[in-house]
C-alpha cells in the first residue's frame, strides 16, 4: 500500500485557541529538483508542493498563521483581528489537499493577519514572497511583480531596523533579497548597492553560497543596464 506524502496534524489557534486540522507534508516526500535566484523551490512532483500548507487557517475564527508567528498579541490586537477578519468569517475549513488557488488565497489572509498583529517585517516579507512564487506558477506576472515589490520593501524594513536578528534570517542573507528582488524589479540601482554589499561581505567571512549568487546575479545586472543605456 502506497503511503500519502500528506498526513494530518492538529494545530490549536493562536487566536481563538481552539483546535483544527491541517495537512501537513510529509518530509520523506518533499523533493526540491532546483531552487531559482530568489530561492524559490521547484519541485519534482508537482502534485507534492510543500509551499501549499505553510499557512494554518483557523476554520473557527479565520486567523491564519505559520510557524514563525510569535504567541504574543499586543493590547487591543485581538479586538482589532475579530472586528476585521473573525467577524466577517463564514468557517470553512482548509484541511485537504490544496490547490494553487487555495494557497494564494491561505498566504493572503496570513499576511493581512502578520499586519494586524504586527509580526515583524522579516515575517510579512517572506509571506508576499512565497504569495509572488504561487503567482508566478501561474504565469500572472502582473501579480507576481506587485507581491516581489512588497516583499523588497518589507526585506528593506527589516534590513533598517534589523528585525531579523533572533531568526534564521542572516543580514547577509537580507541583503542578497534584496538585490535580487530589485533586480527582477528592474530597480538596477538598489540591486547594484546591495549585491555589492553581499560581495563585500567576503571580506568578514560573509556567506560563500550567497556571495557567490550575488557575484552571478551582479552581472546580470550590470549586462540589464548596458542594454538599457544601448536602447536609449
Not at 479586538?79 to 494557497?103: A, C, L, M, Y
Not at 527589516?158 to 533572533?166: H, R, V
Amino acid at each position: 500500500m502506497e503511503i500519502s506524502p500528506f498526513y494530518e496534524k492538529n494545530i490549536d489557534c493562536l487566536h481563538c485557541k481552539k483546535s483544527f486540522p491541517t495537512l501537513k507534508v510529509r518530509t520523506k516526500a518533499i523533493k526540491v529538483a532546483h531552487s531559482e535566484s530568489d530561492f524559490q523551490p521547484i519541485y519534482a512532483d508537482e502534485n507534492v508542493n510543500a509551499l501549499y500548507y505553510n499557512v494554518f487557517v483557523c476554520q473557527h475564527c479565520g486567523f491564519s498563521f505559520t510557524e514563525d508567528f510569535t504567541k504574543y498579541f499586543a493590547p487591543g490586537i485581538m479586538e482589532e483581528i475579530n472586528n476585521q477578519i473573525s467577524n466577517n468569517w463564514v468557517p470553512h475549513s482548509f484541511k485537504g489537499e490544496r490547490t494553487v488557488f487555495d494557497s494564494i488565497q491561505a498566504y493572503k489572509l496570513a499576511f493581512l493577519c502578520a499586519t494586524l498583529k504586527k509580526e515583524k517585517f522579516v515575517i510579512t516579507s517572506g509571506l508576499a514572497l512565497r504569495i509572488a512564487w504561487l503567482y508566478r506558477s501561474l504565469k500572472n506576472e502582473g501579480q507576481e511583480m506587485r507581491f516581489l515589490k512588497i516583499a523588497r520593501d518589507h526585506y528593506m524594513e527589516t534590513f533598517s531596523n534589523e528585525d531579523y536578528a533572533s531568526t534564521q534570517m542572516s543580514g547577509v542573507r537580507v541583503m542578497y533579497m534584496i538585490a535580487e528582488l530589485s533586480r527582477r524589479l528592474e530597480d538596477y540601482e538598489n540591486a547594484t548597492r546591495f549585491f555589492s554589499r553581499v560581495i563585500e561581505s567576503q571580506r568578514v567571512g560573509g556567506e560563500a553560497k550567497l556571495v557567490d549568487m550575488a557575484k552571478e546575479q551582479w552581472e546580470l545586472v550590470r549586462q540589464a543596464r548596458g542594454q538599457a543605456i544601448g536602447a536609449e
